[in-house]
């Protein structure tokens, strides 16, 4: 299997890691949306979000180290938790990751998200998804 975050785990390809433990590591984003934007990367594959298989919870103490360390160390006031679910959500790397980005006053919301479609009304939505 040829998977980036496979060999950064293994330590094959060196990456600025920011904290670890025994379910995940966490390491600074090569291309960051701000100062301190870390990815939390638990050590078994799997490919998503939609496919984890419990990782996703396993990994959640190392999310709140970390989102902690960057309020505490650099002075962020908020965090974006975020995992990108499949390719046309943004997700290149194919192993459940989760983004923490630092906020800060100063800058710009995340309104990069929002859609771009007219949106429905919310009824219909959850009447929707309830099935």
């Given at each position: 299997?040829?998977?980036l975050f496979c060999s950064i785990i293994a330590g094959d390809i060196p990456s600025r890691r920011v904290a670890d433990d025994q379910t995940g590591i966490a390491f600074l984003?090569?291309?960051?949306f701000?100062?301190?934007?870390?990815?939390?990367?638990?050590?078994?594959?799997?490919?998503?979000?939609?496919?984890?298989?419990?990782e996703l919870a396993r990994i959640t103490p190392l999310v709140t180290k970390v989102s902690q360390l960057l309020v505490d160390r650099l002075g962020a006031q908020g965090i974006n938790i975020v995992s990108n679910v499949g390719e046309v959500a943004g997700q290149s790397v194919f192993h459940l990751h989760v983004h923490l980005i630092p906020r800060y006053e100063a800058e710009p919301g995340f309104d990069a998200m929002r859609s771009r479609r007219p949106l429905r009304d919310p009824a219909e939505v959850l009447a929707q998804i309830q099935g």
């Open positions: 299997m040829d998977c984003d090569v291309a960051p701000q100062d301190g934007h870390t990815l939390v990367v638990p050590r078994r594959h799997v490919r998503d979000l939609l496919s984890n298989d419990g």
